[in-house]
C-alpha cells in the first residue's frame, strides 16, 4: 500500500511545483521583456499625477482616431485592449488538485481568442500534461496553463492603463488591511495593469500588479495578493 500512495502525492507536488515555476517565469519574462516601455510609461505617469488625462499618452499620439474605454475612475484603455481582457476574463480556471477538471478547454481558449497561440511549450510527466500557450498582441500577452487540455492558471502582462488619477501612494499602501477585498480593490485603485490567478486545493490564488498612476520613483510597482476574495500579502517598490 506504501508503494501504490507515495507516486500519488509525488505527482502532487510535481504539479504545484510546476505551476508555481511557469508562473515564476511568466512573471519574470514578461516583466522584463517590457521593461524599456514600462520605464517610459512609469516615468510619463510620474509627470502626470495631477494632469493624467493630459499627459502619459505617448502610444496613442499616433492613433488619434483609436476608440477608448473610459472605466469608472476615469482610467482609460484602448477598446481592443478592452476587448482582450474580457476575452481573458471568460477563461475558466479548474482546480490543479483535480487534473483542471472544469476548467476550459484548450479547443475553447482558442475560441475565445479567435486564434491559435503565438507559441506554446508542453511537458509529460507521469501521464501529467502540462502545457503553456501564449497569446501575444501589440500591448498585451495573455498566458495560460493546461493540465489535461484544461485551463488551471492564466497571466494578463503587459496592459498598462492611462489613469485618471493616482492609483497608490506609500500612505495608502501601508493603510491597507485584511478587509481588502479584490472587488474593493478593483473600486479603489482601478483595474490592474497585470493579473496572475491559478485555482488550488478549491481556492483562487490571485495576483493584482499596477505600474501606472502610481506616486513613487521610476519602475514603482504594487503588486496584493488574494486568496479567494482575502488579501493575503502585499509588496511595493518605489513608492513615495
Partial sequence: MNKTSKPF??????????????????????????????????????????????ESDDTNDDTNDEEIYTGERGDQISMDNLAILQAYYKIKLGDLMKSGQGGTSYKKVKKIFNSSPSETSSSETSGVKTELAIW???????????????????????????????????????????????????????IPDEVTQMLIFGSYKTKFTWFTGLKGSLGANVSLDFTGESLTGKSQYGLK
Avoid: C, M
Fill in 9 to 54: 502525492y509525488k505527482k502532487i507536488w510535481f504539479w504545484i511545483i510546476t505551476i508555481l515555476a511557469l508562473f515564476v517565469l511568466i512573471d519574470g519574462a514578461y516583466g522584463a521583456g517590457k521593461s524599456s516601455n514600462d520605464s517610459d510609461n512609469t516615468k510619463t505617469e510620474q509627470k502626470s499625477e495631477n494632469k493624467t488625462t493630459e
Fill in 136 to 190: 501575444r498582441y501589440e500591448d498585451v500577452t495573455i498566458t495560460v496553463t493546461f493540465v489535461n487540455n484544461h485551463a488551471v492558471g492564466s497571466a494578463e502582462t503587459g496592459l498598462r492603463w492611462k489613469r485618471a488619477k493616482p492609483t497608490f501612494t506609500k500612505k495608502t499602501y501601508n493603510k491597507l488591511s485584511g478587509d481588502l477585498n479584490s472587488e474593493k480593490a478593483y473600486k479603489k485603485f482601478g
